[in-house]
């Protein structure tokens, strides 16, 4: 009787046992993939020291042999980069920059012809240059991460100013630069520091050639032309990778 007892009482412990043990099993939750712990984020961030050198060749439709210059500038310049692949990137490309213009050279044709428009004050304008463009990053050199890219541009003149300082008999009473399409083109690396950190240096090539129309003396001499500026933007800053 024992004997029959015990084989019971050990049949129904297995049953029991066993049973517990599948209902373990299917009440387990599914573990959470395992993300890496050094993934990159595909945002990264630079704020750069911005030296900006125009072309310096403006010229007046009606005053053949004479134009202006614009000086260079040095500005801060944000940029936020978001990478599609590790090589495949695009970047936006955000600041402002001020310049003013300085008459020179004297007119050789012409009505104007005679016109001295050497340290003429011709204006000032502020220029909002949003650009866009399409990067490649080398890969596989380490801390070292050279890029290359190409984009469009479209700057806006804002706040402009004539200069309305007489120069040889000549006053720039009235000056309108009209917004510009325009291409560009970069090239540069980072260095990165750690995961995050790193230095970056950038240079970029904007063909920017705005159309404008102004008044010298009070309408007296109505003028047009081109302002072929093709800036050089030569940046060096700091890298935040997320």
Known sequence: MKKALLAVLLTAA???GGHSTDVGAADMPAKAPIVAANASSPWMIRLRALVVVPNNDVTFDQMPGAGAGWNT???P??????????????????GVTRHSATGKGIATSG????????????GKSWLL???????????????F??????????????????G???NNGVTITRLHFRNSFGAAVQAGFDYMIDRHWGVNVD??????????????????????????LDPWLIGVGVTYRM
């Open 129 to 143: 240059p949003p650009t866009l463009l399409l990067q490649y990053h080398f890969t596989g050199l380490g801390a």
């Open 164 to 166: 309305n300082v007489a």
């Open 14 to 16: 297995i049953a029991v």
């Open 73 to 75: 500038a040095v500005v």
């Open 145 to 162: 991460k050279p890029y290359v890219g190409a984009g469009v541009n479209y700057t806006v003149f804002f706040s402009q100013q004539p």
């Open 111 to 122: 009505a104007y012809a005679g016109t001295d428009l050497n340290g003429l004050a011709v």
């Open 77 to 94: 310049e944000l940029d936020i980069t978001y990478f599609f692949t590790p090589n495949v990137a695009a970047e936006l490309i955000l």
């Open 203 to 228: 240079v970029k090539k904007f063909y920017l050639r705005p159309n404008f129309d102004a008044d010298a003396n009070s309408g007296a001499i109505p003028l047009t032309g081109t302002a072929k």
